[in-house]
Protein backbone atom coordinates (compact mmCIF):
# COMPACT_ATOMS: atom_id res chain seq x y z
CA UNK A 1 0.00 0.00 0.00
CA UNK A 2 1.11 3.51 -0.68
CA UNK A 3 -1.20 4.76 2.14
CA UNK A 4 -1.41 2.64 5.23
CA UNK A 5 -3.71 5.20 7.25
CA UNK A 6 -3.75 6.89 10.22
CA UNK A 7 -0.39 6.16 12.15
CA UNK A 8 1.65 4.94 9.19
CA UNK A 9 3.87 7.62 10.09
CA UNK A 10 5.46 5.51 13.58
CA UNK A 11 6.23 2.55 11.60
CA UNK A 12 7.89 5.03 8.80
CA UNK A 13 9.69 6.60 11.67
CA UNK A 14 10.89 3.43 13.34
CA UNK A 15 12.08 2.34 9.60
CA UNK A 16 14.38 5.81 9.71
CA UNK A 17 12.05 7.40 6.92
CA UNK A 18 12.78 10.90 7.77
CA UNK A 19 8.54 12.61 8.76
CA UNK A 20 9.11 15.23 6.27
CA UNK A 21 9.73 12.91 3.25
CA UNK A 22 6.46 11.28 3.67
CA UNK A 23 3.39 12.28 2.09
CA UNK A 24 1.32 13.48 4.85
CA UNK A 25 -2.34 13.67 3.97
CA UNK A 26 -5.87 12.77 5.31
CA UNK A 27 -5.54 9.94 7.78
CA UNK A 28 -2.24 10.96 8.67
CA UNK A 29 -0.39 12.48 11.25
CA UNK A 30 -0.40 16.14 11.29
CA UNK A 31 3.15 16.96 11.37
CA UNK A 32 2.91 20.54 12.72
CA UNK A 33 1.22 18.94 15.93
CA UNK A 34 3.07 18.43 18.96
CA UNK A 35 5.62 15.71 17.53
CA UNK A 36 4.87 14.40 14.57
CA UNK A 37 1.82 14.62 15.37
CA UNK A 38 1.53 13.42 18.77
CA UNK A 39 1.76 15.08 22.71
CA UNK A 40 2.76 13.55 25.52
CA UNK A 41 1.44 15.09 28.71
CA UNK A 42 3.29 13.71 31.52
CA UNK A 43 2.08 15.60 34.84
CA UNK A 44 5.10 13.84 37.01
CA UNK A 45 6.93 17.60 37.31
CA UNK A 46 3.73 18.55 39.86
CA UNK A 47 2.40 15.59 40.63
CA UNK A 48 5.76 14.43 42.39
CA UNK A 49 5.43 10.83 41.62
CA UNK A 50 5.25 9.13 37.87
CA UNK A 51 1.46 7.21 38.42
CA UNK A 52 -1.30 6.27 36.54
CA UNK A 53 -3.70 8.90 34.36
CA UNK A 54 -7.28 7.80 34.46
CA UNK A 55 -10.55 8.34 32.53
CA UNK A 56 -9.13 11.35 30.84
CA UNK A 57 -11.22 14.08 28.28
CA UNK A 58 -10.22 16.77 26.47
CA UNK A 59 -11.96 18.91 23.91
CA UNK A 60 -11.46 22.19 21.65
CA UNK A 61 -12.10 25.75 22.82
CA UNK A 62 -13.22 28.23 19.85
CA UNK A 63 -9.57 28.99 19.57
CA UNK A 64 -8.00 25.69 18.26
CA UNK A 65 -6.32 24.95 21.79
CA UNK A 66 -6.99 21.52 23.29
CA UNK A 67 -7.86 21.14 26.78
CA UNK A 68 -7.55 18.05 28.81
CA UNK A 69 -8.08 16.65 32.17
CA UNK A 70 -7.76 13.20 34.44
CA UNK A 71 -7.58 12.26 37.57
CA UNK A 72 -3.80 11.66 38.18
CA UNK A 73 -2.58 9.24 41.07
CA UNK A 74 0.88 9.24 42.45
CA UNK A 75 2.43 7.32 45.31
CA UNK A 76 0.14 8.50 48.35
CA UNK A 77 -1.54 11.12 46.20
CA UNK A 78 -4.23 11.61 43.86
CA UNK A 79 -6.27 14.70 42.27
CA UNK A 80 -7.03 16.37 39.73
CA UNK A 81 -4.50 17.19 36.18
CA UNK A 82 -4.92 19.74 33.88
CA UNK A 83 -3.70 20.47 30.32
CA UNK A 84 -3.56 23.09 27.58
CA UNK A 85 -2.04 22.73 23.84
CA UNK A 86 -1.07 25.48 21.74
CA UNK A 87 -2.72 24.87 18.33
CA UNK A 88 0.21 23.13 16.97
CA UNK A 89 0.19 21.20 19.80
CA UNK A 90 2.56 22.54 22.15
CA UNK A 91 1.72 22.89 26.16
CA UNK A 92 0.35 26.58 26.56
CA UNK A 93 2.79 28.19 29.04
CA UNK A 94 0.20 30.94 29.74
CA UNK A 95 -1.87 27.84 31.46
CA UNK A 96 -0.80 26.28 34.62
CA UNK A 97 2.66 25.36 35.18
CA UNK A 98 4.20 25.42 31.63
CA UNK A 99 1.08 24.21 30.55
CA UNK A 100 0.03 21.63 32.98
CA UNK A 101 -1.95 21.98 36.11
CA UNK A 102 -2.63 19.40 38.86
CA UNK A 103 -4.72 19.91 42.27
CA UNK A 104 -4.16 16.88 45.25
CA UNK A 105 -7.05 15.72 46.59
CA UNK A 106 -7.97 15.60 50.40
CA UNK A 107 -10.03 12.62 49.89
CA UNK A 108 -7.51 10.41 47.55
CA UNK A 109 -8.77 7.46 48.32
CA UNK A 110 -12.44 8.14 46.56
CA UNK A 111 -11.43 10.99 44.05
CA UNK A 112 -12.70 10.72 40.68
CA UNK A 113 -12.24 12.96 37.88
CA UNK A 114 -15.52 12.35 35.19
CA UNK A 115 -15.31 14.72 32.19
CA UNK A 116 -14.10 17.77 30.37
CA UNK A 117 -16.16 20.04 28.25
CA UNK A 118 -15.95 23.25 26.52
CA UNK A 119 -18.38 25.86 25.40
CA UNK A 120 -18.86 27.82 22.35
CA UNK A 121 -17.51 30.88 24.53
CA UNK A 122 -14.12 29.26 25.51
CA UNK A 123 -15.41 28.13 29.08
CA UNK A 124 -14.21 24.82 30.43
CA UNK A 125 -15.61 23.08 32.86
CA UNK A 126 -15.00 20.01 34.91
CA UNK A 127 -17.07 17.48 37.09
CA UNK A 128 -15.45 15.00 39.84
CA UNK A 129 -16.34 13.46 42.67
CA UNK A 130 -14.72 13.83 46.10
CA UNK A 131 -15.19 12.34 49.03
CA UNK A 132 -19.30 11.82 48.89
CA UNK A 133 -20.25 9.83 46.34
CA UNK A 134 -23.59 11.17 45.95
CA UNK A 135 -22.47 14.62 45.39
CA UNK A 136 -20.65 15.44 41.64
CA UNK A 137 -18.83 18.59 41.77
CA UNK A 138 -19.03 21.08 38.51
CA UNK A 139 -16.65 23.82 38.18
CA UNK A 140 -15.63 26.63 35.81
CA UNK A 141 -12.02 26.98 34.68
CA UNK A 142 -10.88 30.41 33.90
CA UNK A 143 -8.34 31.19 31.26
CA UNK A 144 -5.00 30.19 32.97
CA UNK A 145 -6.32 26.86 34.48
CA UNK A 146 -7.47 28.57 37.98
CA UNK A 147 -11.12 27.99 38.67
CA UNK A 148 -13.32 30.94 37.81
CA UNK A 149 -15.00 31.92 41.41
CA UNK A 150 -17.19 33.87 39.53
CA UNK A 151 -19.46 30.83 38.81
CA UNK A 152 -21.63 29.48 41.64
CA UNK A 153 -19.91 29.27 45.11
CA UNK A 154 -16.31 30.21 44.79
CA UNK A 155 -16.28 28.45 41.27
CA UNK A 156 -17.85 24.92 41.66
CA UNK A 157 -21.21 24.02 41.68
CA UNK A 158 -22.27 20.88 44.22
CA UNK A 159 -24.59 19.37 42.99
CA UNK A 160 -26.30 15.98 44.71
CA UNK A 161 -26.85 13.57 42.00
CA UNK A 162 -29.79 11.49 41.33
CA UNK A 163 -27.46 9.53 38.68
CA UNK A 164 -25.88 6.23 39.99
CA UNK A 165 -24.35 6.07 36.70
CA UNK A 166 -23.04 8.86 35.23
CA UNK A 167 -21.87 8.94 31.69
CA UNK A 168 -21.66 12.70 29.99
CA UNK A 169 -21.29 16.25 30.47
CA UNK A 170 -22.59 18.41 27.39
CA UNK A 171 -22.97 22.09 27.39
CA UNK A 172 -26.32 23.76 25.33
CA UNK A 173 -24.89 25.88 23.05
CA UNK A 174 -28.18 28.33 23.21
CA UNK A 175 -28.21 29.01 27.11
CA UNK A 176 -24.91 27.62 28.54
CA UNK A 177 -26.37 24.98 31.06
CA UNK A 178 -24.25 22.56 31.97
CA UNK A 179 -25.92 18.85 31.52
CA UNK A 180 -24.80 15.87 32.97
CA UNK A 181 -26.70 12.69 32.10
CA UNK A 182 -26.63 9.27 33.10
CA UNK A 183 -28.79 6.63 34.73
CA UNK A 184 -29.99 5.11 37.93
CA UNK A 185 -32.48 2.35 39.22
CA UNK A 186 -35.84 2.91 39.45
CA UNK A 187 -36.66 2.44 43.35
CA UNK A 188 -39.91 0.35 42.48
CA UNK A 189 -38.78 -1.82 39.12
CA UNK A 190 -34.91 -1.77 39.29
CA UNK A 191 -35.00 -1.23 36.07
CA UNK A 192 -32.51 1.62 34.75
CA UNK A 193 -34.16 5.38 33.63
CA UNK A 194 -32.38 8.42 32.10
CA UNK A 195 -31.17 10.65 34.95
CA UNK A 196 -30.41 14.13 34.50
CA UNK A 197 -28.91 17.70 36.22
CA UNK A 198 -29.16 20.41 34.31
CA UNK A 199 -27.10 23.74 35.79
CA UNK A 200 -28.38 26.97 34.77
CA UNK A 201 -25.26 29.19 34.64
CA UNK A 202 -27.66 32.11 34.70
CA UNK A 203 -29.37 31.76 37.48
CA UNK A 204 -27.00 29.38 39.52
CA UNK A 205 -29.82 26.72 40.35
CA UNK A 206 -30.02 23.32 39.64
CA UNK A 207 -32.88 21.00 38.13
CA UNK A 208 -32.79 17.46 38.01
CA UNK A 209 -34.59 14.57 37.51
CA UNK A 210 -35.21 10.63 37.17
CA UNK A 211 -37.47 9.53 33.79
CA UNK A 212 -39.15 6.64 34.18
CA UNK A 213 -39.57 4.42 31.02
CA UNK A 214 -42.33 1.96 31.26
CA UNK A 215 -41.32 -1.44 30.87
CA UNK A 216 -37.96 -1.08 29.70
CA UNK A 217 -34.12 -0.26 30.73
CA UNK A 218 -32.90 2.89 29.29
CA UNK A 219 -28.73 3.53 30.18
CA UNK A 220 -27.68 6.73 28.34
CA UNK A 221 -23.89 6.15 27.78
CA UNK A 222 -23.40 9.47 25.09
CA UNK A 223 -25.32 12.70 24.12
CA UNK A 224 -24.87 15.73 22.27
CA UNK A 225 -26.76 18.90 21.84
CA UNK A 226 -27.45 20.48 18.21
CA UNK A 227 -27.10 23.99 17.11
CA UNK A 228 -30.61 24.69 18.07
CA UNK A 229 -30.10 23.74 21.68
CA UNK A 230 -32.01 20.00 21.33
CA UNK A 231 -30.44 17.40 23.13
CA UNK A 232 -29.64 14.05 21.60
CA UNK A 233 -28.77 10.70 23.57
CA UNK A 234 -27.60 7.26 23.10
CA UNK A 235 -27.14 3.70 25.11
CA UNK A 236 -28.16 0.72 26.20
CA UNK A 237 -31.80 -0.24 25.47
CA UNK A 238 -33.71 -3.22 26.30
CA UNK A 239 -37.24 -4.31 27.35
CA UNK A 240 -38.02 -7.14 29.55
CA UNK A 241 -36.42 -10.37 28.77
CA UNK A 242 -35.01 -8.99 25.28
CA UNK A 243 -31.62 -8.61 24.38
CA UNK A 244 -29.92 -5.55 24.90
CA UNK A 245 -30.18 -3.05 21.78
CA UNK A 246 -28.98 0.64 21.35
CA UNK A 247 -30.97 3.39 21.12
CA UNK A 248 -31.14 6.92 19.98
CA UNK A 249 -33.65 9.65 21.92
CA UNK A 250 -34.12 12.82 23.17
CA UNK A 251 -34.62 14.82 26.57
CA UNK A 252 -36.57 18.30 26.77
CA UNK A 253 -37.39 20.62 29.60
CA UNK A 254 -40.52 22.12 30.20
CA UNK A 255 -40.66 24.22 33.07
CA UNK A 256 -38.93 21.82 36.15
CA UNK A 257 -40.11 18.77 34.46
CA UNK A 258 -38.19 16.90 31.97
CA UNK A 259 -39.12 14.35 29.37
CA UNK A 260 -37.57 11.43 27.10
CA UNK A 261 -38.33 10.40 23.81
CA UNK A 262 -36.98 7.26 22.34
CA UNK A 263 -36.33 8.20 18.45
CA UNK A 264 -35.51 4.57 17.92
CA UNK A 265 -33.65 1.39 18.78
CA UNK A 266 -30.86 -0.68 16.57
CA UNK A 267 -30.86 -4.38 16.81
CA UNK A 268 -27.35 -6.67 16.15
CA UNK A 269 -29.48 -9.99 17.56
CA UNK A 270 -29.45 -11.58 14.29
CA UNK A 271 -25.61 -13.15 13.86
CA UNK A 272 -24.34 -10.91 16.41
CA UNK A 273 -24.73 -9.05 19.47
CA UNK A 274 -23.73 -5.84 20.79
CA UNK A 275 -20.43 -6.27 23.02
CA UNK A 276 -20.02 -2.41 23.40
CA UNK A 277 -22.59 0.11 23.64
CA UNK A 278 -20.48 2.56 22.28
CA UNK A 279 -20.15 6.35 23.84
CA UNK A 280 -20.70 7.75 20.45
CA UNK A 281 -23.55 10.06 19.39
CA UNK A 282 -23.32 12.63 16.60
CA UNK A 283 -25.32 14.66 14.13
CA UNK A 284 -24.84 15.42 10.17
CA UNK A 285 -25.23 18.24 9.25
CA UNK A 286 -28.75 18.09 8.43
CA UNK A 287 -29.12 17.08 12.20
CA UNK A 288 -29.74 13.40 11.25
CA UNK A 289 -28.49 11.52 14.85
CA UNK A 290 -25.78 8.51 14.40
CA UNK A 291 -24.85 6.22 16.91
CA UNK A 292 -21.75 4.00 17.30
CA UNK A 293 -21.61 0.41 18.58
CA UNK A 294 -18.81 -2.56 19.29
CA UNK A 295 -20.32 -6.07 18.23
CA UNK A 296 -19.62 -9.66 19.12
CA UNK A 297 -19.46 -11.17 15.88
CA UNK A 298 -19.34 -14.71 16.39
CA UNK A 299 -15.76 -16.39 15.67
CA UNK A 300 -13.52 -13.77 17.44
CA UNK A 301 -14.07 -11.27 14.57
CA UNK A 302 -14.01 -7.81 15.65
CA UNK A 303 -16.85 -5.57 14.12
CA UNK A 304 -17.88 -1.81 15.24
CA UNK A 305 -21.61 -0.83 13.56
CA UNK A 306 -23.67 2.52 13.28
CA UNK A 307 -26.97 3.68 12.43
CA UNK A 308 -28.00 6.68 10.86
CA UNK A 309 -32.01 8.21 12.00
CA UNK A 310 -33.51 10.29 9.29
CA UNK A 311 -36.32 11.06 11.69
CA UNK A 312 -38.22 9.41 14.71
CA UNK A 313 -38.43 6.03 14.47
CA UNK A 314 -36.91 5.89 11.14
CA UNK A 315 -33.54 4.83 9.84
CA UNK A 316 -32.51 6.34 6.90
CA UNK A 317 -32.61 4.32 3.93
CA UNK A 318 -29.43 5.76 2.08
CA UNK A 319 -27.38 4.90 4.72
CA UNK A 320 -25.85 1.27 4.69
CA UNK A 321 -27.81 -1.52 5.00
CA UNK A 322 -31.57 -0.28 6.21
CA UNK A 323 -29.89 2.56 8.02
CA UNK A 324 -27.22 0.29 9.98
CA UNK A 325 -23.69 -0.73 9.15
CA UNK A 326 -21.86 -3.62 10.76
CA UNK A 327 -18.19 -3.67 9.21
CA UNK A 328 -14.80 -5.97 10.60
CA UNK A 329 -11.88 -3.85 11.81
CA UNK A 330 -9.69 -6.07 13.08
CA UNK A 331 -8.44 -9.90 12.60
CA UNK A 332 -9.70 -12.21 15.02
CA UNK A 333 -6.89 -14.38 14.39
CA UNK A 334 -4.85 -12.67 17.94
CA UNK A 335 -8.65 -11.46 19.52
CA UNK A 336 -8.53 -11.94 23.29
CA UNK A 337 -11.74 -10.76 23.53
CA UNK A 338 -13.91 -8.77 21.64
CA UNK A 339 -16.11 -7.99 24.02
CA UNK A 340 -13.31 -5.83 24.94
CA UNK A 341 -13.50 -3.52 21.95
CA UNK A 342 -14.95 -0.49 22.55
CA UNK A 343 -15.83 3.18 21.21
CA UNK A 344 -14.98 6.11 23.58
CA UNK A 345 -16.21 8.58 20.68
CA UNK A 346 -17.32 9.93 17.45
CA UNK A 347 -17.52 13.15 14.67
CA UNK A 348 -19.58 13.24 11.89
CA UNK A 349 -17.31 14.84 9.33
CA UNK A 350 -18.12 17.33 7.29
CA UNK A 351 -17.89 15.31 3.79
CA UNK A 352 -20.57 13.67 5.12
CA UNK A 353 -18.55 11.08 6.79
CA UNK A 354 -18.25 9.45 10.13
CA UNK A 355 -15.30 8.56 12.12
CA UNK A 356 -15.19 6.17 15.34
CA UNK A 357 -12.31 6.15 17.66
CA UNK A 358 -11.92 3.79 20.19
CA UNK A 359 -9.50 0.31 20.86
CA UNK A 360 -9.21 -2.80 20.40
CA UNK A 361 -7.83 -5.79 22.74
CA UNK A 362 -5.18 -8.70 21.00
CA UNK A 363 -2.89 -11.03 22.24
CA UNK A 364 0.58 -10.27 21.39
CA UNK A 365 2.83 -12.62 19.84
CA UNK A 366 5.71 -10.75 20.18
CA UNK A 367 5.41 -10.62 23.94
CA UNK A 368 4.31 -14.34 24.37
CA UNK A 369 0.85 -13.56 23.75
CA UNK A 370 0.32 -11.16 26.52
CA UNK A 371 -2.31 -9.09 25.93
CA UNK A 372 -2.34 -5.88 24.55
CA UNK A 373 -4.19 -2.56 23.34
CA UNK A 374 -3.89 -0.14 20.81
CA UNK A 375 -6.35 2.66 19.50
CA UNK A 376 -8.10 2.35 16.34
CA UNK A 377 -9.84 4.45 13.99
CA UNK A 378 -12.81 3.65 11.77
CA UNK A 379 -13.82 6.00 9.08
CA UNK A 380 -17.17 5.24 6.77
CA UNK A 381 -17.86 7.47 3.80
CA UNK A 382 -21.61 9.22 3.92
CA UNK A 383 -23.70 6.23 2.38
CA UNK A 384 -22.27 4.35 5.36
CA UNK A 385 -19.52 2.20 3.40
CA UNK A 386 -16.21 1.90 4.93
CA UNK A 387 -13.69 4.49 2.95
CA UNK A 388 -11.36 2.26 1.28
CA UNK A 389 -8.57 5.14 1.39
CA UNK A 390 -8.21 5.01 5.00
CA UNK A 391 -6.22 2.23 6.94
CA UNK A 392 -6.22 -1.04 5.87
CA UNK A 393 -4.00 -3.11 6.06
CA UNK A 394 -1.57 -1.67 9.31
CA UNK A 395 0.64 -4.06 11.32
CA UNK A 396 1.19 -2.99 14.69
CA UNK A 397 5.54 -1.74 15.38
CA UNK A 398 7.34 -4.66 16.10
CA UNK A 399 4.77 -6.89 15.63
CA UNK A 400 4.19 -8.97 11.97
CA UNK A 401 0.99 -9.05 11.25
CA UNK A 402 -1.61 -7.55 10.27
CA UNK A 403 -5.20 -5.95 11.97
CA UNK A 404 -6.88 -3.42 10.40
CA UNK A 405 -9.23 -3.92 8.09
CA UNK A 406 -9.95 -1.41 4.94
CA UNK A 407 -11.72 1.81 6.18
CA UNK A 408 -9.54 1.18 9.94
CA UNK A 409 -6.38 2.12 11.46
CA UNK A 410 -5.05 0.82 14.61
CA UNK A 411 -1.78 1.88 16.25
CA UNK A 412 -0.10 2.85 19.31
CA UNK A 413 -0.54 6.51 20.72
CA UNK A 414 2.62 7.02 21.09
CA UNK A 415 6.20 6.76 19.28
CA UNK A 416 7.31 3.25 19.35
CA UNK A 417 11.10 3.55 18.06
CA UNK A 418 12.55 1.49 20.89
CA UNK A 419 10.30 -0.49 23.27
CA UNK A 420 6.87 -0.24 22.29
CA UNK A 421 3.94 0.43 24.82
CA UNK A 422 1.94 -2.89 26.21
CA UNK A 423 -1.51 -0.68 26.03
CA UNK A 424 -2.51 2.54 24.66
CA UNK A 425 -6.76 3.63 24.71
CA UNK A 426 -8.46 5.91 22.65
CA UNK A 427 -11.14 7.71 25.18
CA UNK A 428 -12.29 10.77 23.52
CA UNK A 429 -12.41 11.83 20.17
CA UNK A 430 -13.23 16.06 18.93
CA UNK A 431 -13.46 17.27 15.48
CA UNK A 432 -11.21 19.78 14.57
CA UNK A 433 -13.18 22.94 12.90
CA UNK A 434 -12.64 23.89 9.48
CA UNK A 435 -9.96 21.45 8.64
CA UNK A 436 -11.86 17.83 8.74
CA UNK A 437 -8.75 16.73 11.44
CA UNK A 438 -9.70 15.29 14.33
CA UNK A 439 -7.26 14.99 17.91
CA UNK A 440 -7.62 11.52 19.57
CA UNK A 441 -6.39 11.91 22.88
CA UNK A 442 -6.26 8.50 25.88
CA UNK A 443 -3.91 6.95 28.15
CA UNK A 444 -0.42 5.19 27.49
CA UNK A 445 1.98 3.06 29.33
CA UNK A 446 5.07 4.25 28.92
CA UNK A 447 6.97 1.79 26.32
CA UNK A 448 8.53 -1.60 28.73
CA UNK A 449 6.17 -0.98 30.98
CA UNK A 450 3.63 -3.42 31.86
CA UNK A 451 1.66 -1.48 34.67
CA UNK A 452 2.50 1.79 35.79
CA UNK A 453 3.46 4.77 34.68
CA UNK A 454 0.57 6.19 32.15
CA UNK A 455 0.72 9.47 30.33
CA UNK A 456 -1.70 11.56 28.86
CA UNK A 457 -1.46 11.28 25.09
CA UNK A 458 -3.07 13.55 22.40
CA UNK A 459 -2.69 13.01 18.92
CA UNK A 460 -4.20 14.76 15.91
CA UNK A 461 -4.76 13.30 12.47
CA UNK A 462 -5.71 14.72 9.34
CA UNK A 463 -8.73 15.21 7.88
CA UNK A 464 -9.97 16.16 3.56
CA UNK A 465 -9.03 19.84 3.23
CA UNK A 466 -10.93 19.86 0.13
CA UNK A 467 -13.97 21.25 1.39
CA UNK A 468 -14.39 25.25 1.72
CA UNK A 469 -13.90 26.24 5.54
CA UNK A 470 -17.47 27.96 5.14
CA UNK A 471 -19.31 24.68 5.19
CA UNK A 472 -18.10 23.61 8.38
Known amino acids: MLRTG ?49 SPSTDLDPRGRTWGAATVVGVGTRGLGLTRLTRDGQLDPTFGTLGIRYTASDQPASF ?43 GCAAVPMPITNFRALVVNPVDGNVWLLGSAAHTGSLLLEPAVVEIDTATHSVRSARIPV ?9 ATFSSTGVLFVTGAYATIGANRD ?21 SYNVGATLADVGRCIALTASD ?13 AIEWGSARFSAPDTLDPGYGIGGKTAEVIASSQYAVSNDESAIAGCVAQRDGGFTLAGNHRFADPAAADQPGAAFALHRLRSDGTADQSFGGDLALPGVGYSLAFAGTAIDYLRSAASAKPRRDIALSIS ?27 IVRVLGDEIFDATQE
Open 431 to 457: KVPHSGAVIVSGVSLRPGSLSNPQDLV
Open 246 to 266: AFAGSITRAGNGFSFQLLGSV
Open 288 to 300: KVQIGVAIEAGGG
Open 6 to 54: VLHMLILASACVPFGDAYAGSGDLDPVFGSGGITIVDFTPLSTAPGTVG
Open 214 to 222: AGANVDIRA
Open 112 to 154: QFDALRVDRDGHAYVTYEDGDPTVWHVCRLAEDGSIDVSYFDA
